[in-house]
C-alpha cells in the first residue's frame, strides 16, 4: 500500500502517522517494523525497506520524507530522460508495483511541479513511466486530502475534535476559540487539552476560553481600541479597568495598542483597492481572521493620518513611560486623550498632539 501525503496540514499528517504506527499493535513489537527516511535518500534504499516483511506484526510502516521533492527537482535541473535523476525516478515509480500489501509505504512531501515528468510520466528509450498522478488515478497511490479546514470551517472542526475527545462545548465557546487561535490546528488541540483539564467534566463556555486562551486578552485589547475609535471615554476607561484587573501590565497594553493600529492602518489599505471579506484580507495580509473583522468594523471610524497620527502619540508614551512617567497615569492620559471629540477629524484634520 502506498500513501501520498502530499502539502499535508503539519498537525494533520502527525494524526495520520500516529493512526498507523498504534495499528501495528504492541508498541515495542511495532518499533521493530517502523522505518523513517529523510534526507539524502536513494530510491533503491526506500524500496530495499518497503520490501522486508513485517516482523511479529500484522504490518509494516515505511515512512519517507522530502524526498519526492528533492527528486523533482533533480529532474527538473537534469539534462534529460538519460539522466540519473530520470533513472532514479523510473526505478522508484516502477519499483512501487512490488511493494507487498503487508507494508504501508508513506511519503510526506511538499509542493511538487505537477507539471513534470514525476507527477505527469515521462519516457525512458522505448517504454513509458506513469507518474504519480496515474498510479493515483489508477488506485495504486492513495493520496487523502490532509489540507486544515478553512476559516468557515474551522467551527465545525473544533466541534467534532471536542466531540472525539468527550468535551462538550456551548456553540459560543467553540467560535469564540476558532477566533481566537484561528487555524492552527496543533495550537487547537493543545488549547482544548487544556480546556479539558480546566472545565474538568463539565460544560465548557466562552468564560472558559477567554480565561484560558492566551489570545482572548487580545478581545479586550479590541474592547479598548473599539471604545478609542467611538470617542467614548466611559467604555475606554471601563475596558483598561478590565486589563488591568487581568493583570496585564501598562507596557503590554501599549505594545498590543501599537499592534492592533498597525492592523488597522493595514486593513484599511486592503480595503481601499479591492475590499474584501475578513477571510479574504487576513490572507492577503498575513493576519488572522478575527483581529481583521475587528479592524473593518473599527477603521471606518478613522482616516490614514488620524491612525498615522495615533501611532506617534503612542510611540510618545512609549518614551514617556520609559523615562520614568508613571506607566499607568500614562495610560490613563493616553486613554483620555484619543477619546477625546475632535470636531473636523472626520473632515481631515489629523488628531491633535499634545505638548510635552
Known sequence: MITLMLDADAYLAAQALAERKAALGDPETAELNITELEGDVQAGTILYHASTLPFLAPGRLVVVRGYLG????RMAASSGPESPAYQEAAQLLEGLEQVPQETELVFVDQGLDRRRGLWRGFRVGERTVQGLADRIQAGQIRAPDLSPPDARALPGWIARRAQEMGLEMDRRAIQMLADFVGVDLRRLENELQKLASYAAGRRIVSED?????SDAREALIWDLTDALGRRDGRRAMAALQELRRNDAHPFYLLTMMVRQYRILIKVLEALDPGGGNEYEIARRIGERPYPVKKAIQQCRAYRMEELETILLRLLEADVAMKSGADPDTEMDVLVAELTEPR??????????????
Open 70 to 73: 528533492r527528486l523533482d527537482k
Open 209 to 213: 476560553v477567554r480565561q484560558m486562551v
Open 343 to 356: 470636531e473636523g477629524a472626520r473632515a481631515g484634520r489629523p488628531v491633535a498632539t499634545p505638548q510635552r
